[in-house]
């Protein structure tokens, strides 16, 4: 065979190589596309509503933004406290099942979902219910409406007291379920103040690879709660935890994944923002 040849044909195969493994690396091209749902809960406290309201507006801004979520793929549910909105807009328990399933009815399984709740929430019993416009929803209401979106990749954060109780329902294959506290822990919680803007912040970026990924985020903002409760002098009433090895128990460390075998190794290489090409 010519010398040329032989040369043309080794590097259109190290080329086809490097594209084949970037195409495989975890990031939104091989995934396809990106959809969201936020959910705005009731919060009695004005000021707390106004806080958390503001988490949403930032949220919404990361996903449109940043994340490059087609708008007709996003979804935002608020509750009657926000002013001016629509009886579509308003987050109940009806809205929320007719958002999920119109997202679903657009879901490929190489897409990724990402359902986000931000408000207040009590236990009862076993029963982990979210403070909604009108009709409470459980966590095993929640885990039925999630069944048909067919997502190979999923994130639910929970912000609300005793998220952790919910864990277990909605856990499963390419789950990641981040809960701004443990299941005995029925106090607001503070999460998504630092949660979100650690989504997009570099100094997240424990490995130095220029991307935050959801484990990087979650222990980044779990550092940060306990920051919060240190300087305000307070019992802190707050533990996040991760689950994503799909056995229904979360970690309040999944950093150390790699020598405890439990949560964190699906969340180290689940990314929102698309890699630059």
Not at 146 to 165: E, F, Q, Y
Not at 229 to 238: A, D, I, M, N, S
């Amino acid at each position: 065979m010519n010398s040329t040849l032989v040369v043309i044909i080794s590097v259109v195969v190290a080329v086809s190589s490097c594209i084949a493994a970037d195409a495989n690396d975890g990031t939104q091209s091989s995934q396809g596309r990106t959809f969201a749902l936020v959910v705005g809960g009731v919060i009695r406290d004005a000021e707390e509503n106004l806080k958390k309201r503001a988490s949403i507006s930032v949220l919404e801004g990361f996903f449109s933004g940043p994340v490059k979520i087609e708008q007709q793929n996003i979804q935002v549910l608020t509750d009657t406290g926000s002013g001016r909105i629509s009886d579509e807009g308003r987050s109940t328990a009806d809205n929320i099942k007719i958002a999920i399933e119109a997202l679903a009815g657009a879901i490929k399984p190489e897409d990724r979902f990402v359902f986000y709740y931000i408000g207040q929430a009590n236990v009862v019993g076993q029963h982990l219910r979210l403070n909604l416009s009108g009709e409470d929803i459980t966590q095993d209401t929640l885990s039925k409406w999630l069944k048909p979106v067919r997502a190979s990749s999923i994130l639910i954060v929970l912000d609300c007291p005793g998220a952790g109780l919910a864990a277990k329902a909605l856990a499963g294959k390419g789950r990641v379920i981040v809960c701004a506290c443990e299941s005995e822990q029925h106090y607001s919680t503070q999460l998504s103040d630092f949660f979100i803007p650690a989504l997009q912040d570099l100094r997240a970026d424990s490995n130095s690879d220029s991307r935050v990924s959801m484990l990087e985020a979650f222990t980044w903002a779990s550092r940060q709660v306990d920051d919060w409760y240190r300087q305000k002098k307070l019992l802190t009433t707050e533990t996040p935890v991760l689950e994503d090895d799909g056995d229904g128990v979360p970690s309040k460390r999944p950093w150390r994944y790699e020598t405890s075998g439990t949560d964190g190794g699906i969340a180290s290489g689940f990314f929102l923002i698309p890699k630059e090409w």
